[in-house]
């Protein structure tokens, strides 16, 4: 496990009873760095959407574990945020919630000379979690369909319309 992996996870377990307290749910959790800075990112949402003083809430009760465990090494920016339209699916919990709703789906590839593909969510495989062999299938409109593995995926996101 890298030092990213092992922050996100620990980041997770210390959210966890603070979110479910406060009935939000977490949707990603990112260790990034970003220039010359390191930013620990956490993003979550509830029924109805998240605001400026719930991403306040989580702010100021999570900085108080932050302080207390001091698992981080050397210095980072916490930021609590709402994972606004552009919201990855990353979890089985979002697949489910979205199956046949219109996704985009961008590969670190070219596939057939594409990179992104926009479809229908028709199917989602989360047996083998963690083989690598996690997947996901959806619709275009000419009723066509593609399996994509989700290790081969750079970015899933419902597809958004202007």
């Known amino acids: 496990m890298t030092k990213k992996e092992g922050v996100e996870k620990q980041t997770e377990a210390l959210l966890e009873p603070i979110l479910t307290e406060f009935e939000f749910e977490l949707v990603d959790v990112e260790y990034v760095k ?91 495989s989360f047996a083998d979690t963690g083989s690598g062999k996690d997947s996901i299938t959806i619709e275009d409109e000419d009723g066509g369909c593609q399996t994509f593995l989700l290790s081969d995926t750079a970015l899933i996101r419902l597809a958004i319309k202007f």
């Not at 919630?97 to 479809?119: H, M, P, Q, S």
């Open 34 to 124: 970003e220039g010359s800075n390191w930013y620990l990112r956490v993003y979550v949402d509830k029924p109805g959407g998240i605001t400026v003083d719930d991403c306040e809430a989580v702010s100021r009760r999570f900085s108080e574990i932050l302080d207390e465990k001091d698992y981080i090494e050397g210095s980072y920016i916490f930021e609590v945020s709402s994972p606004g339209l552009s919201r990855p699916l990353k979890k089985e919990k979002d697949f489910k919630r979205n199956l046949d709703k219109e996704i985009e789906v961008r590969t670190y590839k070219a596939i057939d000379g594409e990179k992104e593909f926009i479809g229908f969510l028709r199917e989602y």
